[in-house]
């Protein structure tokens, strides 16, 4: 079955930036979207940034990253990317990638079937 493995993941100060990689078994054609999650502490898991169809690479991102983080996905690695800038202390918690067995457009949590073990991303001074 489709394993997502997660890193990249770290400590960094206010206004720095980091990549998250996720380096997928498989995902073209049998699955169809891909994003990355996040949850920090004592809050809901919600989607950050996904590419909603991989069949036409249609994305979605939170409106509270938009500008600052974008998803990329290199195909000849299985490897999707999160490239996070001016990042902010509101964006510290565990990231997951995940991945969904239909298109996902909302970019939810409820809409992805299989999940990384996450990585940790903690922003502060």
């Known amino acids: 079955q489709l394993q997502l493995v997660e890193s990249g993941g770290g400590l960094v100060q206010p206004g720095g930036s980091l990549r998250l990689s996720c380096a997928a078994s498989?995902?073209?054609?049998?699955?169809?979207?891909i994003g990355w999650f996040r949850q920090a502490p004592e809050k809901e898991r919600e989607g950050v940034s996904c590419?909603?169809?991989?069949?036409?690479?249609?994305?979605r991102s939170a409106d509270s990253v938009k500008g600052r983080f974008t998803i990329s996905r290199e195909n000849a690695k299985n490897t999707v990317y999160l490239q996070m800038n001016n990042l902010k202390p509101e964006d510290t918690g565990v990231y997951y990638c995940?991945?969904?067995?239909?298109?996902?457009?909302?970019?939810?949590?409820?809409?992805?079937?299989?999940w990384g073990k996450g990585t940790l991303v903690t922003v502060s001074s």
């Open positions: 995940a991945a969904g067995i239909l298109p996902n457009p909302a970019c939810s949590p409820y809409g992805a079937d299989y």
């Open positions: 498989e995902f073209t054609r049998k699955y169809y979207s």
């Open positions: 590419i909603t169809n991989l069949i036409t690479s249609s994305t």
